[in-house]
């Protein structure tokens, strides 16, 4: 028979602990890139996403250098290994700073180019008085669309990086746990 526990004021303030923490950031994270790589963002198009981007950018990488940090004061032994990714803490710690550093690349440099791409395409629309996919746009406009195409595939594949790094990381913690030792 499954044990009984009661609520308690006591009990509702244990719910408060560096674990929780951890699990909520986590999955705070994990939600939130999913929603925007693959619901949200079918939805924003253009200025929009040029406002909302960096946005998620900065919470992924403040959620996931925060996760970090709680990850090694749980896990000291990680800095001991660090260089062994064969290690499982290890390879965890690995997992979240690849999530950092695709957020980070997407915010600093690829989301710019990105973006000026997107308004350089945008004025030599008015210029032409032709949408960018409108058949017969001049020879800058076709370079602006491959540079744009390009731009955006290397920020949609450093984000899916991201999403398959936090993947992992979740079947471990869901299998191992955050404790720690």
């Given amino acids: 028979m499954a044990r009984i526990q009661l609520l308690s004021f006591a009990s509702l303030a244990g719910l408060f602990n560096l674990?929780?923490?951890?699990?909520?950031?986590?999955?705070?994270?994990?939600?939130?890139?999913?929603?925007?790589?693959f619901f949200g963002a079918r939805h924003q198009f253009g200025a929009l996403q040029h406002k909302t981007f960096p946005v998620y950018f900065v919470l992924s990488m403040l959620l996931s250098s925060g996760l970090m940090a709680i990850w090694t004061f749980k896990h000291p032994d990680v800095l001991v290994y660090l260089?062994?990714?064969?290690?499982?803490?290890?390879?965890?710690?690995?997992?979240?700073?690849?999530?950092?550093?695709?957020?980070?690349?997407n915010y600093f440099v690829?989301?710019?180019?990105?973006?000026?791409?997107?308004?350089?395409?945008?004025?030599?629309?008015?210029?032409?008085g032709k949408v960018y996919?409108?058949?017969?746009?001049?020879?800058?406009?076709?370079?602006?669309?491959?540079?744009?195409?390009?731009?955006?595939g290397v920020s949609s594949l450093a984000n899916l990086g991201a999403i398959i790094a936090l993947g992992f990381h979740g079947l471990w913690i869901g299998n191992a746990g955050v404790k720690g030792y």
């Fill in 19 to 37: 674990n929780a923490l951890y699990l909520v950031g986590y999955a705070w994270l994990f939600g939130m890139s999913v929603w925007i790589s």
């Fill in 133 to 152: 996919s409108d058949p017969g746009v001049s020879a800058d406009m076709k370079a602006l669309n491959r540079r744009f195409g390009t731009l955006h």
């Fill in 83 to 105: 260089t062994r990714p064969n290690v499982a803490d290890v390879a965890q710690l690995y997992a979240l700073a690849t999530v950092f550093a695709s957020q980070a690349l």
């Fill in 110 to 128: 690829v989301g710019p180019l990105t973006s000026k791409t997107m308004f350089q395409r945008q004025r030599l629309e008015k210029e032409e």
